[in-house]
């Protein structure tokens, strides 16, 4: 499954250009498929790569990174505006949660996707519940939440980091055992709020 890193701070010489050029380089010495892509209209990862580096290089053009992520909240919006056009239906709410969690706002998307559970459970919205409880910092509503999503379809986890999903997949198996010996009385909870 592809990965996309961003490496992002304000303009000003910190180093995101070279740890950039240094980790696409090392991937692609790994044999690994690298596109890096620059979002500095300066464009210095083509100059420094050059035209005979492994790595292959794209310029980002257009808005900057802090516009683009206000255009994703635009989106969001967008979504939740026809929420009520479409009752029953969780995919406004979970786009407009989504494009606040990577907004940076896990709490506003949480209130979306708890409305998101309203209309029905589905294993990918108790997943997303899991990022947005994660990115408050509150691991065992995360972690509740996440074996809730894994529970009910194992193949959800692959989108999760490895450790997590490992972890997750061994408590699933616990679980499972233990539902064919007749001890499980009920799934493993939600968070309840
Ligand atoms: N770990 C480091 N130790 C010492 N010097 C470094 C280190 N990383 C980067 N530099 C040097 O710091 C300078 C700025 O690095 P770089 O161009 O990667 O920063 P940048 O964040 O991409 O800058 P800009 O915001 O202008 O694009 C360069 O001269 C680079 O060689
Ligand atoms: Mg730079």
């Given amino acids: 499954m592809p990965r996309i890193i961003i ?50 290089t794209a310029q980002h053009v257009g808005p900057g990174i802090g ?16 929420t009520t056009a479409l ?8 786009i407009g949660a989504s494009s606040f969690l990577v907004t940076g706002q896990p709490q506003r998307a949480l209130d979306f996707y708890r409305a998101a559970l309203g209309t029905g459970e589905r294993s990918e919205i108790d997943l997303n519940l899991g990022r947005a409880y994660a990115g408050l910092n509150r691991r065992d509503a995360a972690d509740a939440a996440l074996l809730r999503a894994g529970w009910i379809s194992p193949e959800i986890l692959a989108s999760l980091p490895q450790p997590s999903r490992d ?18 009385a009920a799934p493993p909870p939600l968070p309840s709020d």
Avoid: C, F
């Avoid at 198996?173 to 499980?184: F, K, N, S, V």
């Fill in 87 to 94: 009752p029953g239906d969780p995919r406004p709410w979970m």
């Fill in 7 to 56: 490496v992002g701070n304000q303009k000003g010489g910190v180093g995101k250009t070279t740890i950039s050029v240094h980790l696409a380089t090392l991937w692609a010495d790994q044999k690994k498929r690298v596109l890096l892509v620059d979002a500095d209209p300066q464009g210095s990862a083509y100059a420094w790569l050059g035209e005979d580096s492994p790595v292959d």
């Fill in 167 to 184: 972890a997750l997949l061994v408590k699933i198996a616990d679980l499972d055992a233990d539902l064919r010996a007749g001890r499980l």
């Fill in 67 to 82: 516009d683009t992520l206000r255009q994703v909240q635009a989106v969001g919006e967008l979504a939740l505006s026809t």
